[in-house]
């Protein structure tokens, strides 16, 4: 683990499992192609997997895990930024077509 949390793809697919496995979601949310009385079972063993993946990389790795963490936060923020600038630009363009 401490090899994988040592380079920047590593972190990224660890911090892929801790989302998809839906450690920060409750485990009664519905999933497609899960049948609702086996929603919370289905759930549950996907977030203890994601849970025990998240440990893991923090005790193999803990300065890699919060640079993992500065990364995702990071990512996001120059995601929405260039939403931002798109829908600036959008605005523009029509803005230019009216004159």
Do not use: C
Request: proline share 4%; net charge negative; hydrophobic share 40%.
């Amino acid at each position: 683990m401490f090899a994988v949390m040592s380079t920047e793809p590593g972190r990224r697919v660890i911090r892929r499992i801790i989302v998809r496995g839906g450690i920060y979601k409750s485990v009664f949310r519905q999933r497609e192609g899960v049948r609702p009385e086996d929603t919370p079972v289905f759930n549950g063993a996907q977030r203890d997997f994601a849970q025990w993946v998240h440990d893991e990389a923090m005790e193999a790795h803990p300065l890699g895990f919060e640079k993992m963490n500065l990364e995702a936060r990071l990512a996001k923020a120059l995601e929405e930024r260039a939403d931002l600038v798109d829908e600036g630009t959008a605005e523009e363009d029509e803005g230019n077509d009216n004159a």
